[in-house]
């Protein structure tokens, strides 16, 4: 829901209106400025789109490389749970440093 809403914004608000059964009180393309300016002032609004890569290569068994700057300590945390999800353990004793790429979290896959 939060990505429909990053990137698909007036039709999850019109699913959503829909679902709670209300109206609207006033045109929600007056919203659209203030969803802009939201959008831009996310400073981690990429992190879905990175997760969906890293995961994406690590199921494909392709490479995929980023820098420790480009993914948050909950990004992190998100990886390694979507992998368990899928029965993956990470090897996280000796493991100060996330992997910056596909290849090493490969390395680390307990």
């Given at each position: 829901m939060i990505s429909e809403l990053f990137y698909d914004f007036l039709p999850t608000i019109e699913s959503i209106r829909k679902f709670l059964q209300v109206e609207w009180t006033r045109?929600?393309?007056?919203?659209?400025?203030?969803?802009?300016t939201?959008?831009?002032n996310q400073t981690y609004k990429n992190q879905d789109r990175i997760v969906r890569m890293i995961l994406d290569s690590v199921f494909d068994n392709t490479d995929f490389e980023w820098q420790p700057e480009d993914i948050t300590l909950y990004t992190e945390a998100y990886i390694q749970r979507a992998l368990q999800h899928q029965g993956i353990m990470l090897q996280c004793d000796g493991l100060n440093d996330f992997p910056t790429s596909t290849k090493e979290l490969r390395e680390v896959f307990a």
């Open positions: 045109d929600p393309q007056e919203l659209v400025s203030y969803h802009r939201n959008v831009k």
